[in-house]
């Protein structure tokens, strides 16, 4: 069993507010990233690689995982409480690291955070990147039922004019596998039981719609027998970020690239999802979202 996580029954602030000389100037505040487990590491993963120098706070709802299979007025309750936290350590920009969330929530976020800080999802920049990219081909997706229902990658492709034929399948029970298996040989059948559906079989790629797919990226290229392209948001993500930054000169050139995890709940595999992802000592704050 993992060392249990140290209870914060308050967000810790990072920096004391209490004095305006201690509150960081704007290129130097984190950015705040969040998910509902495990799945946005990936993009926190890729944001690191991509900026070391920037101080990165992530949130991880595990209580509340999946937020696939829930409704989208949860998930704009969560976001927002999450967003506030996220704002009370002084975040430059906010990350909805989470399709579900980013296709639920991300108008709503943005409109409560308003000038206080940036906020991104990972859905624009994967439509940016089939825009300059996919023109005229036959892209499948996969993501959960949330994320596909809400017809938001539909809309978004349609609105690019570009004769892009998306072809959308959800994967409902997915998120849930690799949350609690990882990368395990476990979540093989399920995977080729929804990749083999015949919807996804005339495609030029495949856009992973679900920041924990990239977890087993390697087991679906295997699938395809490397004949189609496989779209990692992840990527993707960090390098939009990176751009946001530079255009509004807000990055950190000189920071020290620190890094703090809260999880509203502690869970094993995201314990374990940690050190995948990162290679230095990784102390997990619990923040209950809801006390």
């Known amino acids: 069993?993992?060392?249990?996580?140290?209870?914060?029954?308050?967000?810790?602030?990072?920096?004391?507010?209490?004095?305006?000389?201690?509150?960081?100037?704007?290129?130097?505040?984190p950015i705040g990233i969040f998910d509902s487990g495990i799945g946005g590491l990936t993009v926190a993963n890729a944001l690191v690689k991509q900026l070391p120098n920037e101080n990165i706070i992530y949130f991880g709802d595990t209580a509340h995982m999946p937020y696939g299979d829930k409704s989208s007025a949860a998930i704009q309750a969560y976001s927002v409480k999450i967003a506030h936290m996220l704002l009370q350590q002084h975040c430059k920009l906010i990350l909805i690291a989470c399709n579900s969330?980013?296709?639920a929530?991300?108008?709503?976020?943005?409109?409560?955070?308003?000038?206080?800080?940036?906020?991104?999802n990972v859905i624009d920049p994967v439509i940016g990147y089939?825009?300059?990219?996919?023109?005229?081909?036959?892209?499948?997706?996969?993501?959960?039922?949330?994320?596909?229902?809400?017809n938001v990658y539909?809309?978004?492709?349609?609105?690019?004019?570009?004769?892009?034929t998306l072809t959308s399948h959800p994967t409902n029970l997915l998120a849930s596998a690799i949350e609690e298996f990882g990368n395990n040989h476990v979540i093989d059948s399920l995977l080729e039981e929804y990749l083999s559906h015949p919807s996804l079989q005339q495609i030029d790629?495949?856009?992973?719609?679900?920041?924990?797919?990239?977890?087993?990226?390697?087991?679906?290229?295997?699938?395809?027998?490397?004949k189609i392209d496989i779209i990692d948001p992840s990527d993707i993500v960090a390098m939009t970020v990176q751009k946001k930054l530079e255009g509004d000169q807000l990055l950190n050139l000189k920071g020290q690239g620190n890094k703090?995890?809260?999880?509203?709940?502690?869970?094993?595999?995201?314990?374990?999802?940690?050190?995948r992802f990162f290679t230095e000592e990784i102390t997990l704050k619990h923040y209950p979202l809801w006390e």
Request: charged share 20%; proline share 4%.
């Open 1 to 29: 069993m993992s060392e249990q996580p140290l209870i914060v029954p308050n967000p810790i602030d990072l920096f004391d507010s209490s004095s305006e000389s201690t509150i960081p100037t704007l290129s130097s505040r």
């Open 101 to 103: 969330a980013s296709a």
């Open 105 to 120: 929530a991300y108008e709503l976020v943005k409109e409560y955070v308003n000038t206080q800080a940036i906020v991104m």
């Open 130 to 150: 089939l825009r300059n990219h996919y023109s005229k081909k036959n892209i499948g997706l996969i993501g959960t039922k949330q994320t596909v229902n809400s």
């Open 154 to 164: 539909k809309k978004k492709i349609d609105e690019l004019n570009l004769n892009i």
């Open 205 to 226: 790629a495949l856009i992973l719609a679900c920041t924990h797919y990239p977890i087993i990226k390697e087991k679906i290229i295997h699938h395809f027998d490397r």
């Open 260 to 275: 703090h995890f809260y999880i509203s709940d502690y869970t094993e595999s995201f314990a374990s999802g940690t050190k």
